[in-house]
């Protein structure tokens, strides 16, 4: 199964860019890339997925490598309540049934 | 609409009891998942629902973990008896399905803190 790497850590300052990367060397075809995260004592939420272009929503952006082995979530500008866990996981579209498997993922600290 | 369901939000037992946690997912949510969150790691899946059909549980230790999904709508998942390494949060998730493929979002309950003293 494909899996992802994650830095451990990053910090940002309130109201900056932040750019998470995610490398996923051993993609195929029919992974789609999937961002959550999660907030303290709460459970994961979505942030945002893509397949090969790159995607906009509300609550960020996703910038996908050509060759789809790397991307990159971007939270425009970070506020406190963006300090979470972020994970980067591939989901195969191609299958019946998922096949989830979440790293560690990126611990973001937001300093006022 | 309203989110998925868990409870209890917090349980300590000691080694070798039972536990039981119950997981209500969103009104029509077909897939339903339970995950093992132990501190400092990403969600582990153990084992995914299709309606009340599990189709993959090979992360699950069935020698002492159990799980069902009785009428395709709320999932108990069971620990008996409970060993040290089991302190984890336990976490429940549903999805809708599209044809044959997974959907594109899951969406997590709060989860239930398990402690083993």
């Known amino acids: 199964d494909a899996k992802t790497t994650q830095p451990n850590s990053m910090e940002s300052n309130e109201e900056e860019p932040v750019h998470l990367p995610c490398n996923h060397s051993?993609?195929?075809?029919?992974?789609?890339i999937h961002w959550y995260r999660q907030l303290p004592s709460q459970g994961p939420e979505y942030v945002i997925h893509?397949?090969?272009s790159n995607v906009n929503n509300r609550m960020a952006s996703l910038a996908i490598a050509e060759d789809r082995k790397s991307s990159t979530l971007i939270l425009h500008r970070a506020t406190l309540r963006d300090a979470a866990v972020y994970y980067c996981?591939?989901?195969?579209?191609?299958?019946?049934?998922?096949?989830?498997?979440f790293g560690p993922g990126t611990s973001l600290s937001v300093i006022p | 609409e309203a989110g998925v369901a868990q409870s209890p939000r917090y349980k300590i037992i000691e080694k070798r009891q039972s536990v039981a946690f119950w997981c209500n997912p969103i009104?029509?949510?077909?897939?339903l998942y339970w995950y093992q969150q132990i501190l400092g790691q990403g969600p582990k899946l153990l084992i995914q629902f299709q309606n009340n059909g599990v189709v993959d549980d090979s992360q699950l230790p069935k020698d002492r973990f159990s799980a069902e999904r009785l009428k395709g709508v709320d999932s108990t998942l069971k620990i008996q008896p409970a060993k040290l390494e089991d302190s984890a949060v336990y976490l429940c998730?549903?999805?809708?399905?599209?044809?044959?493929?997974?959907?594109?979002?899951?969406?997590f309950g709060p989860g239930t803190r398990l402690t083993v003293l």
């Open positions: 998730a549903s999805s809708l399905r599209v044809g044959d493929r997974v959907a594109d979002t899951q969406y």
């Open positions: 009104s029509g949510h077909a897939t």
């Open positions: 996981i591939l989901r195969d579209y191609g299958t019946s049934y998922d096949k989830v498997i």
């Open positions: 893509g397949l090969t």
């Open positions: 051993t993609i195929s075809g029919t992974d789609y």
